[in-house]
């Protein structure tokens, strides 16, 4: 069953196709706390409990694509936009910043 926009849902799965969207993104969060807790991240990094600082900024991230979406505001591909939204890069330089200076490469 395709719509007249051909796409295999419709508005009437809209909502459900939301809360999926944000159920996804919890959990991608949560998935990404639990590596930060691994053998692995304590041994690579100085002080891995300072990189739980992305967890904010990737759900503020998240977030904010999100509602843009539900606007109708993304015209683009996701990709595209990210790669020309200005708070998006905001947020990958912060995310980088924290995730080099635990590192301790310089």
């Known amino acids: 069953y395709f719509s007249e926009n051909k796409r295999a849902y419709s508005l009437v799965n809209s909502q459900s196709i939301k809360i999926g969207i944000v159920a996804v993104a919890f959990i991608s969060l949560i998935l990404f706390s639990g590596y930060l807790q691994t053998e692995k ?43 020309k939204d200005f708070q998006s890069w905001i947020c990958g330089i912060i995310t980088i910043f924290i995730i080099i200076y635990q590192m301790q490469v310089w």
């Open 41 to 83: 991240v304590i041994q690579l990094y100085h002080n891995p409990k300072l990189l739980f600082l992305v967890l904010p900024i990737m759900f503020y991230w998240m977030l904010r694509i999100f509602l843009i979406t539900l606007r109708g505001k993304m015209l683009d591909d996701p990709i595209l936009f990210v790669l």
